[in-house]
């Protein structure tokens, strides 16, 4: 790839960075098989119901084993960009748990299109995806 036909996605072009997160997360909701797939979704909502953290760490870890390669390098890329975000929280504002509830419906859908499923998974998308940037670093 030459260098300039690299986007140019810098502060003075884009001084909002509002405007690169929605495209990033535009990006991952269009995706016809979402990052977390439609096959190991039940899998991961079932994993954060259960209320032992340890127990819970490892069933997620088993079932991020079941995602194809590009998925599991995708989502371990984003988790580890997320975790910086985190570092930054005083100024963004953006917590683990915060971009848990922003990157959840993003990251993983549901099977079904179905409102109601929806609704009440998605405390467990945002524990999903929080679980995954506070603890990136063992987890993949």
Do not use: C, W
């Not at 990052?35 to 119901?49: G, H, L, M, Q, R």
Request: charged residues 25%; hydrophobic residues 45%.
């Amino acid at each position: 790839i030459s260098i300039d036909r690299l986007a140019d996605i810098s502060a003075s072009i884009y001084p909002d960075i509002n405007i690169i997160a929605g495209a990033l997360k535009l990006y991952f909701r269009d995706l016809p098989i979402p990052v977390i797939t439609y096959d190991t979704y039940s899998k991961f909502i079932e994993a954060a119901k259960i209320s032992n953290p340890d127990e819970r760490l490892e069933a997620i870890h088993e079932v991020l084993m079941l995602l194809p390669a590009a998925h599991y390098e995708t989502l371990r890329y984003l988790m580890i960009h997320l975790k910086k975000v985190t570092l930054h929280e005083k100024e963004n504002f953006m917590n683990a748990e915060n971009l848990g509830i922003v990157f959840g419906p993003t990251l993983m859908r549901p099977p079904e299109d179905s409102t109601l499923a929806t609704l009440n998974d998605m405390r467990y998308q945002k524990l999903i995806v929080q679980i995954l940037i506070e603890n990136e670093d063992v987890l993949f």
